[in-house]
């Protein structure tokens, strides 16, 4: 027996569907992601932590879930919205329903709603809070509920509490645990990298005492603006080690180099964001998630130079620094979900860190 559920937006709109997953009542930032495939991999991203993710694509489920690709330990949105969802999956490697996979994680998804319509609200309203609920409670006492400010320390609670190593015999890089995606963890391994990861709050004086070679600032939910104790250590350390950040790490980046963020009115969310590399002229097609952005005109009177833009909208896609080895980028380049046409950063990376420990070994030899 399929279940009803509701999804209600703030400004009062009402979708009808049914539950699957989790019959929790759940409240989030609603945003949508428009690719076809890769929703394990969307589920199980932490800078989702704190939203409703509704897939534009109308089948959601057909290859299943594989222990394989998870981009982190669990799931994190709040809730998932989708048209259909696949009861029966046909994959060898599959081995659950995303049902029940919101159900072990006590996650609330609802079906059969009409996800071209919520999506056509979000793009004109911009992103809105929203519940999901299998409960008959009256509208007016979930819009009552909406009116609670949503959540607001995601980092901290998906960040790693502790340093942990995963060790390598390459260069040593700290990877800043945002809610860091596997995939990034998975292309610094894949070069040998030595990497120690560290929680959100790390401070610049324990990044110095690991001696690392290079720093990544990871992808992570939430406003960068709510992670002041990071700007405050980039800016500690800015210099002192090539530095690569990625999405929220990127905003943090501009942050700690004294340029704004903004919101955006709805996102980027998908598998297909052609992105301009401005040095080349070239387009890369990039996998993205993020709702926030870094404010063009705040860019002009720091040390950092944009390096990308959305060809979408013309929004700030990646900063380099004019002094130091040090660059970011808004979308993903280890994709997961996603092309890999951006994979080239993580080598441009290790050729700077590669560059750098060169130079630490040439200055201690004249020590
Ligand atoms: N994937 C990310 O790192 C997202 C960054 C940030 N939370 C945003 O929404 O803009």
Redesign the pocket.
């Given at each position: 027996m399929t279940k009803q559920a509701r999804l209600i937006l703030e400004d009062g709109t009402v979708f009808i569907g049914t539950s699957f997953g989790a019959e929790e009542e759940s409240r989030g930032e609603v945003v949508f992601n428009t690719g076809i495939t890769g929703y394990q991999e969307v589920l199980s991203d932490p800078?989702y932590c704190g939203q409703i993710v509704t897939m534009t694509y109308p089948m959601i489920g057909n290859y299943g879930v594989s222990r394989d690709d998870f981009e982190s330990i669990r799931p994190f949105v709040h809730g998932f919205v989708v048209r259909e969802h696949c009861e029966v999956p046909s994959n060898w490697r599959s081995e659950q329903t995303i049902a029940s996979l919101l159900k072990e994680y006590n996650i609330p998804g609802i079906a059969e709603v009409d996800t071209r319509k919520l999506t056509r609200i979000i793009r004109q309203h911009g992103t809105l809070k929203g519940i999901i609920t299998t409960s008959d409670e009256p509208v007016e006492a979930l819009l009552e509920k909406l009116k609670a400010p949503l959540m607001e320390d995601q980092v901290a609670r998906v960040s790693t509490k502790n340093l942990f190593p995963v060790p390598g015999r390459g260069p040593r890089i700290v990877l800043v645990d945002f809610g860091a995606k596997y995939g990034i963890l998975r292309e610094l391994t894949n070069r040998g990298c030595d990497v120690i990861v560290a929680p959100y709050n790390v401070t610049a004086d324990e990044i110095r005492r690991i001696r690392p070679d290079g720093i990544l600032l990871s992808?992570?939910?939430?406003d960068?603006k709510s992670v002041p104790e990071a700007i405050h250590m980039i800016q500690e350390i800015l210099g002192e080690y090539p530095l690569f950040g990625i999405?929220?790490g990127h905003?943090l980046f501009a942050l700690a180099c004294g340029a704004d963020t903004e919101k955006l009115k709805f996102?980027h969310r998908g598998g297909n964001h052609p992105v301009k590399e401005l040095s080349t002229g070239r387009t890369h097609i990039t996998s993205q998630?993020?709702?926030?952005t870094v404010t063009a005109d705040s860019v002009m009177n720091t040390d950092l130079e944009i390096s990308h833009i959305a060809l979408n909208d013309g929004t700030v896609e990646g900063l380099t620094h004019k002094k130091y080895a040090a660059f970011s980028v808004q979308y993903h380049p280890e994709a997961a979900p996603g092309p890999y046409d951006s994979n080239y950063l993580f080598d441009h990376f290790l050729e700077q860190v590669t560059t750098f420990v060169k130079g630490e070994k040439a200055h201690a030899a004249t020590r």
């Open positions: 800078s992808n992570g939910p939430g960068p999405c929220l905003q996102g998630n993020h709702g926030y």
